[in-house]
């Protein structure tokens, strides 16, 4: 079946610090990624999502490549704000197995100033 | 700005109790899910519907049920509650057309705490 792997958290980071979580998947057929993004508190919402291979989906200064010859999604940002402290799901969305979502763990975020 | 609200945030509930949890959405989307969110585990799907008064085990429906009589609403039903069902819930919908390509629309979750 489909399954995504994340970084283990959580992660600490300095204000303008760069920022990597890892994501590797497996799935068969054609998968979209995405990445979720949830703040204390709130539900989930999507930060960038990538259809199909070398795809790069980017938004809010965060970006990721969709890599399948590495099966990997990772997530970037150059330099991090402390509003960006939250906790980060890669998911992906199978072509198969009738479309459902599969969420890696989570890995949380805090930034400080 | 769409929306998929849960109707209750926070629930406290006894041991053998039986908990409705609502979700309603106003997207018109055809998708709607149930998710449980507990730490160390991620996500993992309940249930999830494709159209009205159709439903889908997801990977843990035991437990639960669930109920979606209208397009807009889906609601999850823990029939005797227990202690091992204190988590977040979630509930999302997406468009059915959009395929794999689209997104999952959150709601804000609904904590339950079962004594």
């Known amino acids: 079946g489909n399954s995504v792997t994340q970084m283990e958290g959580p992660v600490t980071l300095s204000e303008e610090a760069f920022l990597t979580i890892n994501c590797t998947y497996t799935a068969t057929g054609y998968p979209s990624l995405f990445w979720y993004v949830q703040y204390p508190g709130e539900g989930l919402q999507l930060l960038l999502k990538?259809?199909?291979?070398?795809d790069k989906g980017s938004n809010k200064g965060f970006e990721a490549t969709y890599r399948k010859e590495t099966t990997s999604f990772h997530l970037e940002k150059g330099s991090v704000q402390v509003s960006d402290s939250a906790v980060y799901f890669c998911?992906?969305?199978?072509?198969?197995?009738?479309?459902?979502?599969?969420f890696g763990d989570g890995t949380t975020l805090t930034v400080k100033p | 700005d769409v929306k998929v609200t849960q109707s209750s945030r926070y629930l406290v509930k006894r041991t053998g109790e039986k908990v409705f949890l609502e979700c309603v959405q106003d997207m018109d989307h055809e998708n709607m899910f149930w998710y449980r969110q507990d730490p160390g585990l991620g996500l993992r799907l309940i249930y999830f519907s494709y159209d009205v008064k159709m439903k889908e085990k997801g990977d843990i429906p035991e437990g639960y049920s669930v109920s979606r009589e209208k397009k807009e609403r889906f609601s999850l039903i823990l029939e005797s509650a227990s202690t091992n069902q204190t988590s977040m819930y979630l509930c999302a919908s997406s468009l059915l057309d959009r395929g794999v390509t689209g997104e999952l629309f959150f709601g804000e979750g609904s904590r339950l705490t079962v004594l």
């Open positions: 990538a259809t199909k291979a070398d």
């Open positions: 998911a992906l969305r199978g072509s198969t197995n009738a479309g459902k979502s599969t």
